[in-house]
Every structure is written in C-alpha cells, then in structure tokens.
C-alpha cells in the first residue's frame, strides 16, 4: 500500500510538495518506506493535523493515512468534520476489519459474524452494531468532493487503487475539495488466513458489504 | 494609547500583534470571548485562520498541524476543556513543537460551573498529559498582564520548542481594564525553524514523531527534553514581590488570588502588620529561590488559592521544611473578597506572633 501511493507521488511529481500524516496504527512506520515530509498525529487526530497544516501551506500535498480503528472509531468526529468543512485534503482510510497494531481486535468496519479477539463469538450486530460504510456515510455531507473505495488484494485492483489515489490528489490540486479513497487491504495476520485466502476474502466477503467504485465525485 | 478591554479580548489582540496566524478552539464558558474576537480579528490578517473546531481534541490537534507547517498557532478553553487536549500538549512537548494553549480556568471538578477558581494548578504545572515532560506554564494578574504575557508565550514557546499555557481564569478572562498593544506587530524570528515541514525540496524529508520503539532511544530523548527544562529552570522564572522587605510574614498567591492578597495585604499594612506579598508570575518554573531566600528571614509563609490546595506543596517543597507554611483555600468558584482574606492572615499573623515569644 505504502509502495503504491510512493509510487503515485513520483509518478506524479509530488514528492516535494506531499506533507503526510501518518497515525498510530500499523500506518505510523510508513515513515521507513518513503521519504517524505511527515508529522505523527495522535490516534484518530489524522484529519485535524492534516487540517492544521493545509491551512497554513495551501500549496502543498497534504493526506494522511489512517486505519479503519484510528479513522471510524476514536477519530470519526475528525474525520466527519474534516470532511464536512471540505477541508483541501486527501484521506486515504485502510480498512482491513481489525484493529492491526494492538492485536486483532474487533473494529467498527469488522463484518457481522467476524470474529476477532475481542468478538470471540463473531461480531452479533444486536450486540456490537453493524460495520461502518464510511464512504457511504460521507457521502451524505455536502462538501466532499470525491470519494471512491478500491482495493489491493490483487494487480488489477492496485492498478485501480494507483488511479483512484492520483485522482484524489488530482483533486486536491485544483482545490476543488476533500477527497477520501478507501482501500479494501489483507491482514492476514489478524484474519488468520494465508495472503492467497486473505486476498480471496476482499473478493468474496468483503467487497460484499463495502462495495467498490466511485462513492460519490463531484466534477473536477 | 489605552485601550478599555475584557482579559479574553485583550489576549486575542496581542495574539495577533505577536504573529499568531492560527486560531483553534471550541466554545466554552468563561473564554467564549476570545475565540469570538479571533473569528472577527483573524479574518482582517493575510494568511489568518480560524476554525471552530469540532472539539478541544480537534482544536489541539489543528494547532499541532499548523505549528509543524510554521505558523504561529494558539488555542483556548476552560477546565474541562484543557482536560480534552491533554493528549496532544503531550504530543507537543514531545514533538518540540511550539504552541500557546490559554486556559480560562473554572470551577471544577467535572462540569462543575462557570465561577472563577484555580483547581487546574496540579494538571498544569505536572506536564498534564502522560509522560515525562513540563510545559511553562504564565500566571498574569491583570488585563495588562494577560496582553504582555500573551507576546511572551509565543516568544519562550519558540526560543524553547515547547507549548506554553498561560494560567488565568473566568474573573481574569472577563473583567473589563485599560490595555496598552505595542505599536507595531512583531515578526516572528525563529532560530531554529528546521522543523517545519514545507515539503522535502532540495532537503532530506523532515519527520516529526514521538513514536521511539526503541526504549534506549526513547531514553535520550526523554534526557534531552529533560535537559532543555532543566535550562528553562535556570532562565526563565519570573515572580513579583510587594512590601517583601521588612515583612515578618510572606503571602504566596498568583493571577486573581494574588491581587485580593494585594488589597488584604495593603489593609494589614495600615494596621501596621508586616505583611509582603511573593506573587509567583511563572508557575512552572516555580521560583523556588525567592522562597527559599526569604525563608533566611522570616519563618511564616501564607499560601491563598483558589482551590484546596495545589501551589502550596510547591512552596513546601521549595521550603523543605524551613519556614511553618499557612494555608487559606476556597474552591469551586468562590472569589473571597480582600477583607475576608484579610481577617484570615490577621489572625495566622498573630498567632505567629505569639509563637515567637
Ligand atoms: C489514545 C490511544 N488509544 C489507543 C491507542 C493504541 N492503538 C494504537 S494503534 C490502534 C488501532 C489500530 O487499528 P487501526 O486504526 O484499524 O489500524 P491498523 O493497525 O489496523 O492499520 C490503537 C487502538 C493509542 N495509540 N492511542
């Protein structure tokens, strides 16, 4: 994943424009792949970071990169507001079901049915609630600009994935609004599968209930 | 020229004439009026930005964001408020990123109420957040003060890569006194603005965290950020004294409490009490040695806040046992007037009096 924005920055001659906001979350060692401006944000401050820095260097890439936990549950009235104030900065929300870092634990874009460490019997929607759609759930808000979900579980997706990532900047570029690309991505650490049956897994399970494409894109 | 202004107004204009661009904050009682006049003030400056933030946790973490991008950040709040951002003053510190953080402080604990009080003594003073750090924390007394102090804060937050918080609270916030402003704005002169993230042209890319796995190397920088408050320490302490010198008994108090102990002291004095007044004006650094100094000649020190007692273990500390330490607190809101206060440290006086002979 870090491989494929890396590689869009270059691509698109960004590198000494970007200023990233990596998480905490697996994301934060995202500072070891590419080497680019970065600022650390507190878990789930992603948004308000990345917003800080917009605003004072317009002119600059700003995106952060943030886990489905850190985004969807402690940082989600950033993330909505970011969203909703249309804030000129890209998002790029790592959805893979769990919480990574600390060890598998339930998330809120965890399936029903999904068991995790701490949904031992499978996430019961009576109990736990029901996976967050975030696109969806952004797409209600005025001010977003575009938002796509896409996936890495395979070449043709990551193509797709690349494309969506260089549009999201395209759109920030031309200040014509905050953009959020949500990628579908394997953990097969915490799923318990191997990588072939993780990527099978985004196909057959989870692009089911996140399904994929252009969410909402206004026109640029 | 002298100008008629609330404590919270007066902060936001000499915010602004000390380079202060960025504005975050969420609304709250006793500070409503500064990001009010921010909203207004900003908008008139190239570059300012305001935003009412979506909550302390967000307003925190936008000033964090701007003061890595390079500019001059501040945001405010009350009590319960300061408790949300603690999580990033932390991350601050440990970034060594510069910000002013103004807490208006009220009654507490919990929700509490809107009324005057100093309870936030112990959060501020201790770093506030988790970990090993400080942050300098200014007690002003006045609407002079609160302006002046406001300059000052943004001046140590650079020179020291820290947060700085200045300690007032509702009754300093709103009251209403004549304020002068420097006439010109200030630029902003920052030694060592090798930090800030603008984009890694023509530069090795910058990386600011707090994330250090390694425990050895999170050592270091927990000596180095050690070390840098060790310097503040030894520079930066800043106190007022009043009819110190022939006094038998010394009061402690800073911000609101320290001026009704002005009033009091200035009755006691017509009676003929000797009575002076060490009215600290940094409260992280303490200043310990004017304490310990006048511990040499005079052996009863009168500690008044405005909570149950926080700043006086400070002046125990500092005292470590050498003097006999008096105590008068009232929390949750209640602003004694001088003449109560003044019938209090009369009758500690006294029985000091008759101990001595
Ligand atoms: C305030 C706070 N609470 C909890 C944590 C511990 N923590 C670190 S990362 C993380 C969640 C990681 O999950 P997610 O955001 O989904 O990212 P992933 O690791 O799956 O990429 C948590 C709970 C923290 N760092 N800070």
Redesign the interface.
């Known amino acids: 994943m870090k491989k494929v924005y890396a590689e869009v920055l270059d691509e698109m001659d960004l590198?000494?424009?970007?200023?990233c906001?990596p998480p905490?979350g697996c994301a934060?060692l995202a500072?070891d792949y590419i080497?680019?401006?970065?600022?650390?944000?507190?878990h789930g401050?992603g948004a308000?970071?990345?917003?800080?820095?917009?605003?004072?260097?317009p002119e600059?890439?700003v995106f952060s990169y943030q886990g489905d936990g850190d985004l969807a549950a402690i940082g989600t009235?950033?993330t909505?507001?970011a969203a909703n104030?249309g804030e000129q900065i890209t998002i790029f929300f790592v959805n893979n079901a769990v919480y990574g870092m600390t060890g598998g634990q339930m998330a809120p874009t965890s399936l029903l049915g999904q068991k995790t460490t701490t949904s031992p019997a499978g996430r019961d929607p009576g109990r736990e609630g029901y996976p967050i759609k975030v696109c969806e759930v952004l797409a209600q808000l005025g001010a977003p600009a575009y938002l796509e979900r896409v996936a890495v579980n395979k070449p043709a997706a990551i193509r797709n994935t690349k494309k969506a990532i260089a549009k999201a900047f395209q759109y920030q570029l031309r200040k014509t609004g905050f953009s959020l690309v949500e990628i579908l991505s394997p953990c097969p650490t915490n799923w318990k599968l191997n990588s072939v049956e993780s990527c099978a897994w985004i196909d057959d399970v989870m692009s089911k209930v996140f399904p994929l494409g252009v969410i909402k894109e206004t026109t640029c | 020229m002298k100008r008629l202004m609330s404590g919270n107004n007066a902060i936001g204009e000499a915010a602004v004439l000390a380079g202060c661009?960025?504005y975050?904050g969420y609304p709250i009682t006793p500070q409503n009026e500064l990001p009010e006049y921010m909203a207004k003030r900003l908008a008139a400056v190239p570059?300012g930005?305001f935003?009412q933030?979506?909550?302390e946790?967000?307003?925190i973490?936008?000033?964090?964001?701007?003061?890595?991008?390079?500019?001059r950040?501040m945001t405010s709040s009350s009590s319960p408020g300061i408790s949300l951002k603690q999580?990033?003053i932390s991350?601050l510190a440990a970034?060594e990123l510069p910000a002013v953080i103004v807490n208006m402080m009220r009654g507490g604990p919990g929700l509490g109420n809107i009324s005057p009080a100093q309870s936030d003594y112990f959060q501020a003073t201790r770093g506030g957040g988790h970990g090993d750090y400080k942050i300098i924390v200014l007690a002003p007394a006045s609407v002079q003060e609160l302006a002046d102090t406001t300059a000052l804060a943004f001046d140590l937050a650079d020179m020291f890569r820290t947060p700085v918080m200045i300690l007032g609270d509702g009754m300093l916030g709103q009251m209403m006194e004549p304020v002068t402003f420097p006439a010109k704005k200030k630029e902003r002169h920052l030694a060592h603005a090798d930090y800030v993230?603008?984009?890694?042209?023509?530069r090795?890319?910058?990386?600011?965290?707090?994330?250090i796995l390694d425990p050895k190397e999170a050592e270091d920088h927990n000596w180095k950020l050690y070390r840098k408050y060790q310097r503040i320490e030894q520079q930066e302490v800043r106190y007022e004294t009043f009819m110190l010198d022939d006094a038998a008994m010394a009061v402690l108090a800073y911000g609101t409490a320290a001026r009704i102990a002005r009033g009091a002291i200035k009755r006691l004095r017509e009676e003929g009490l000797k009575i002076g007044l060490i009215r600290p004006l940094t409260l992280w650094p303490f200043p310990n040695k004017i304490i310990q100094d006048t511990a040499k000649h005079l052996h009863d020190f009168f500690v008044f806040e405005m909570s149950t007692g926080q700043m006086v273990e400070d002046v125990k500390l500092a005292l470590e046992g050498k003097a006999r330490v008096h105590f008068y607190g009232r929390p949750g809101g209640v602003v004694p007037t001088p003449v109560e206060l003044s019938r209090i440290i009369s009758r500690h006086y006294y029985q000091s009096q008759k101990r001595k002979k």
């Open positions: 590198r000494e424009k970007a200023i906001v905490a934060v500072y080497d680019i401006d970065m600022v650390e944000a507190p401050r308000a970071v990345a917003t800080g820095i917009k605003r004072v260097r600059n890439l009235a950033e909505l507001h104030r | 661009t960025c975050f570059d930005v935003i933030a979506e909550s946790l967000a307003a973490n936008m000033v964090l964001g701007a003061s890595v991008a390079g500019a950040a999580e990033g991350f970034q993230l603008t984009g890694a042209k023509g090795p890319a910058r990386l600011v965290k707090s994330l």
